[in-house]
């Protein structure tokens, strides 16, 4: 029987969620994370549901990464690679709050959690102000490349302060458990972490469509110039685009982390789901992103699924899958770009890439 608990599966880069059956029920925290496969002893069957459930569970979490790209595009103009960084460091302040033990309600950390998010935010909001805003008259190129030196800059800051070379665990977000569905077991990380992704989801786009900010910051996405002419404060708009992108990293990030484990380089390197998950709805579409997230994560975990069986049936020692979720996302991008061609009013939001 092979175990890969968070400490491991951390080594295996985003996509290593649980895969239970009813026969093969873990022992311990039977809603901790981790891939249990009993020689024999699962149904091919079973082992489908368990892995299109998990694969919706991760592409979950991508979504809402890829949500906080399009955040942060729609209001800017710019493509934060920085995103998984900004998650990776609200992410360690939920962590070190979760050692400390601070009250929660009906068992989840509710104040680490709203620590780690107002942490995300001011994040969002630092980097527009101290770094995006002084370089708006630079090129698309030079802004582009600032993201990229902030994920040195957080990366930096979590191993002086964090100790970020260090692979840790973390706590989840929710009261361990699991529920039998079937002949499969569920745990209440993976239902949270569904529940959690749709009332964001459904928040945000609410938010785009019936506020007056929301219009605004859509506004400022279609015609930056024609938006300022009517009278909408950008550089509002802007800033709180850095904050929603902040904020919702913060949340994916403590979602994912109890999966993967956390130190300076996993979370940040998840910005390449993210990318490939907003990519999917142009930078642009909520709804296609967060679409785009879910597809990408069930078709990761199906490969990676299938091509375990495959290698444990016929040894291949060639094969080796421990990049191989990173790979497919790289693919999606590279098959996104082909496929969207660029269209007129691309470059008046200032698209690098499409």
Excluded at 79 to 104: C, E, K, Q, R
Excluded at 125 to 136: C, E, K
Excluded at 207 to 231: E, P, Q
């Amino acid at each position: 029987m092979e175990t890969l608990h968070p400490p491991l599966a951390a080594a295996s880069g985003p996509g290593d969620l649980s895969v239970r059956t009813a026969a093969s029920k873990p022992r311990g925290n039977p809603s901790s994370y981790c891939r249990t496969v009993p020689k024999g002893g699962v149904r091919a069957v079973d082992l489908l549901l368990t892995t299109l459930v998990f694969g919706v569970v991760q592409g979950a979490v991508f979504a809402l990464l890829g949500a906080g790209v399009v955040a942060v595009y729609r209001g800017t103009g710019i493509i934060n690679f920085a995103h998984g960084a900004m998650a990776m460091l609200a992410t360690y302040v939920f962590a070190t709050l979760l050692d400390h033990h601070l009250p929660s309600i009906g068992g989840i950390p509710a104040l680490a959690l709203l620590v780690a998010v107002l942490v995300g935010i001011a994040l969002g909001v630092v980097i527009d102000l101290l770094v995006m805003r002084p370089l708006a008259r630079q090129s698309y190129l030079v802004r582009i490349i600032a993201t990229l030196g902030i994920v040195y800059v957080l990366q930096s800051a979590a191993l002086i302060v964090f100790n970020g070379a260090v692979t840790r665990p973390v706590g989840s977000l929710f009261p361990t458990g699991s529920h039998r569905v079937g002949s499969i077991f569920i745990g209440n990380d993976e239902i949270g972490i569904v529940v959690v992704t749709l009332a964001l989801a459904v928040a945000m786009s609410l938010f785009y469509a019936r506020t007056r900010f929301g219009i605004a910051i859509r506004a400022v996405s279609n015609n930056r110039d024609a938006a300022t002419l009517v009278g909408i404060h950008v550089t509002w708009v802007t800033a709180a685009s850095w904050a929603m992108g902040g904020a919702t990293g913060a949340i994916a990030g403590i979602l994912l982390a109890p999966s993967l484990g956390l130190n300076s380089y996993i979370l940040t390197l998840v910005v390449i789901q993210a990318l490939a998950a907003a990519l999917t709805g142009r930078l642009e579409s909520l709804a296609l992103a967060l679409a785009g997230g879910v597809a990408l994560g069930v078709i990761t975990e199906l490969a990676k699924t299938y091509l375990q069986q495959l290698a444990a049936a016929h040894p291949m020692t060639w094969i080796n899958l421990s990049n191989f979720g990173d790979g497919i996302a790289f693919l999606w991008i590279i098959g996104l770009l082909l496929f969207w061609r660029r269209t007129p009013g691309t470059q008046q939001s200032g698209s690098l890439l499409l």
